[in-house]
């Protein structure tokens, strides 16, 4: 098969200045944190540093929370929600403004290739802050409270630590809602990629956010447990791993403290029989390889029925060997690079353990460049429900492919995980979706696509994927209370 050279298109790296150093925001401006500790962030391309940044103690994040009490006992609580709902969207609107800023530094320090940066996570983020802020005024008719229970009333302060996958959008899907429902925010974003949060608190500033209303503390594990851990947290937000949301889950245990936890999966997409299949391989690639499969709601069981089995894979190979792995600047790139050397380890182990286990591997002719961290797109067959691949999240661009004869066998293979966040359906038949649906065991079933994200949408899941939603209306709820104001 003929294939298309591309010359090299690369985003310009101008439109962003990276300071050499950051410090941390709290009270609405940038100050240097109390202890003398500081990490380095680097792009995962080039391994090269962008930034020293600040590693905020315990006395930092003391500092924020207070800052963000008083924001809340000051004009902030005072405010109508009319007035809360213009700074959303004067944010939503500088955002939308400085696009391309924040796309090209989500990708130096995510890794990410910059189409997705630009046409995914940097509108989408602006989107979610423009969708709630419709909503900081109509909170009493948004049916957040029993009828006849009084008005919805802010939580207080609300503590959130976001991953690095998507870190501007996590970021948007966790403070807009806690704005428009007039509470206030310490956030913490995740080491390996601080400097769009950062970027971020210069739009609060922008915008005149009052003092207090985001504080953003930057560090490693230590620094979130301080966040959680801390006595004046009304709630806890978090994305990231079940295991640190078990672990948080701990913390807070018979406290008033509330929390929203989105976790981890292992999505099945399901594909029949019946099911167009060039358009599957297409939702295929995009459920596994989006973002280099660093997605909690990656589909990263593929379940075919036997009779196609060999039809997709073989067109599944075949679309693979046209994704183009590499610089993530480059605009034609599909594939960038994995965040971190750690997961690039983690990624590397869980395919070796497959290999051991007995499952087939396959990746397409790809030269991966020298420096930084990459892994090519991979296909295991031959798959059972007992391996580990089938079981665990690899948070990679690996792609585990088991079989199934009828839809009952589909439901309970697909269901057959610890996890409940995703799935993805493909078939011609309106009533077998609707009831594949009803019978899958995940927060979000999408039908004949996958991956799609929506701010009007909520999202979550079960068992170990964590409890609570984001987005839409029912992405309000956790950030409402009928109780005095703290």
Request: glycine content about 10%; charged content about 20%.
């Amino acid at each position: 098969m003929p294939l298309f050279e591309y010359a090299p298109a690369p985003e310009s790296r101008s439109v962003v200045d990276i300071h050499s150093s950051y410090g941390l925001y709290i009270g609405g401006e940038f100050v240097d944190s109390a202890g003398d500790t500081s990490f380095k962030t680097i792009s995962p391309a080039t391994e090269e540093v962008l930034a020293d940044v600040a590693e905020a103690t315990v006395g930092d994040v003391d500092h924020a929370v207070k800052a963000a009490r008083q924001a809340y006992r000051g004009p902030w609580g005072r405010m109508s929600g009319a007035d809360r709902g213009k700074y959303l969207f004067r944010i939503a609107r500088i955002l939308q403004e400085r696009a391309r800023e924040f796309a090209v530094l989500e990708t130096l320090d995510n890794g990410k290739p910059i189409k997705e940066s630009r046409d995914v996570d940097v509108p989408l983020a602006a989107a979610h802050f423009f969708y709630h802020a419709g909503w900081a005024d109509k909170l009493e008719y948004a049916g957040l409270v029993p009828a006849g229970a009084g008005l919805p009333r802010p939580i207080g302060v609300v503590g959130q630590v976001i991953p690095w996958n998507f870190p501007i959008l996590m970021l948007a899907w966790k403070i807009a809602p806690a704005l428009a429902c007039g509470n206030t925010v310490v956030l913490k974003p995740a080491e390996t990629t601080p400097l769009s949060a950062l970027l971020f608190a210069e739009v609060c500033q922008q915008a005149d956010l009052p003092p207090g209303v985001v504080n953003i503390v930057t560090g490693a594990g230590d620094t979130g447990r301080a966040l959680v851990e801390h006595p004046d947290v009304d709630k806890i937000a978090f994305t990231g791993s079940t295991e640190v949301g078990k672990a948080i889950a701990r913390t807070i245990a018979g406290t008033r403290v509330r929390a929203t936890l989105e976790l981890g999966g292992k999505a099945a997409n399901i594909v029949f029989d019946d099911a167009p299949v060039d358009q599957a391989v297409e939702g295929i690639v995009n459920g596994i390889f989006f973002n280099q499969g660093h997605v909690c709601c990656a589909g990263s069981r593929l379940l075919v029925q036997e009779s196609v089995h060999d039809e997709v894979i073989r067109k599944l190979k075949r679309r693979l060997t046209t994704v183009r792995v590499g610089d993530p600047m480059d605009k034609n790139t599909d594939l960038g690079a994995i965040n971190s050397a750690a997961q690039l380890d983690r990624i590397r182990e869980m395919s070796g353990i497959a290999e051991e286990e007995g499952a087939e591997r396959w990746s397409p002719p790809c030269e991966l460049p020298s420096r930084g961290f990459w892994f090519p797109p991979t296909v295991f067959t031959g798959v059972a429900q007992t391996h580990r691949i089938a079981q665990e999240e690899v948070f990679g661009p690996v792609l585990s492919v088991l079989t199934f004869r009828t839809p009952q066998e589909a439901v309970a293979k697909a269901n057959n995980t610890p996890y409940g966040l995703s799935a993805g359906v493909w078939t011609d038949k309106g009533s077998r979706i609707l009831w594949m649906a009803d019978q899958l065991r995940a927060g979000v079933v999408w039908a004949n696509t996958f991956n799609k994200f929506d701010p009007t949408s909520p999202f979550g899941g079960y068992k170990e994927s964590g409890y609570g939603r984001e987005g839409g209306r029912h992405g309000l709820e956790p950030y409402v209370t009928l109780g005095d104001v703290q």
